[in-house]
């Protein structure tokens, strides 16, 4: 009895631990969107993925490549801005060039609409602000095109010109991606207004009344036609006398030219 006893209290217990179970892990705490990312990539295949919201800090050093990826869905427009925190003007050499690029899953490079893509950092300045903001994530277009699509995108951070003896010198670089959600239409893409707008609209009458309420408005409206002049020279249009002009010109241009090679003795002597 005792044994049959503990065996039954066993089974109730792990019918408890495993309705239990799935509670626990709905209850768990989800990592939040807003954590920090203190790593990047160094190229395309290892780009750090960073969700919009987020804030990636890390440090560097001059002249590497630091990739990040992000996904962007239809009607969504995101901005990138980068701070970059230069080493100290003592250890520097000259001024450097600083860019910050897009690219979507088919790497392909992505126009920015605002924000400044490419700095150029004197040797005093001690941070660099860049931004990119891209253009609105489309929900279709056609092949041939080069519109953002949702899906995956890339951002790459590099120093495009600098003196040669600052490479390897330490940085630290703050990149924070924002989103935007609209409509999955490009902007400019709905017609507000109509290209041609209509000319006297007006309520729509009866066949008779439009009818009887027409025919004076057009009579009041219609231009009077020209009065051409009396006479058959009148009837004679300027295509027609350039063509009748022309005609004689030619008629007597081959008669001189069969006078001038059938008979050119006869000629040149009556012209003597």
Request: glycine share 10%.
């Amino acid at each position: 009895m005792r044994a049959k006893r503990v065996a039954a209290l066993s089974a109730a217990g792990a019918v408890l631990l495993l309705t239990a179970g799935p509670a626990a892990a709905d209850g768990s705490p989800s990592p939040s969107p807003s954590g920090t990312v203190s790593t990047a990539g160094s190229s395309f295949l290892t780009a750090t993925t960073v969700r919009p919201g987020q804030t990636a800090k890390l440090s560097g050093s001059t002249g590497d490549y630091l990739y990040w990826s992000f996904a962007a869905a239809a009607g969504q427009t995101d901005r990138v801005e980068v701070t970059l925190t230069l080493p100290p003007a003592s250890s520097r050499h000259g001024s450097a060039t600083w860019t910050v690029e897009a690219f979507d899953g088919l790497r392909r490079r992505q126009a920015c609409t605002a924000g400044a893509q490419t700095v150029t950092a004197a040797t005093g300045d001690t941070t660099v602000s860049l931004g990119c903001a891209l253009r609105q994530v489309r929900s279709w277009a056609e092949s041939w095109s080069g519109d953002p699509l949702p899906g995956t995108y890339y951002l790459r951070l590099s120093a495009t010109d600098l003196p040669e003896q600052d490479l390897g010198l330490p940085i630290q670089a703050e990149l924070r991606i924002s989103a935007r959600n609209g409509d999955a239409q490009p902007d400019g893409a709905s017609l507000k207004a109509p290209l041609s707008p209509p000319v006297n609209p007006g309520s729509t009458l009866a066949p008779d009344d439009a009818a009887a309420s027409a025919a004076p408005s057009a009579a009041a409206s219609a231009p009077r036609p020209v009065e051409r002049a009396k006479g058959w020279f009148a009837s004679l249009s300027t295509r027609w006398l350039w063509t009748v002009g022309g005609g004689v010109l030619a008629a007597v241009a081959g008669v001189a030219g069969y006078r001038l090679t059938r008979h050119p003795r006869r000629w040149f002597s009556a012209a003597r």
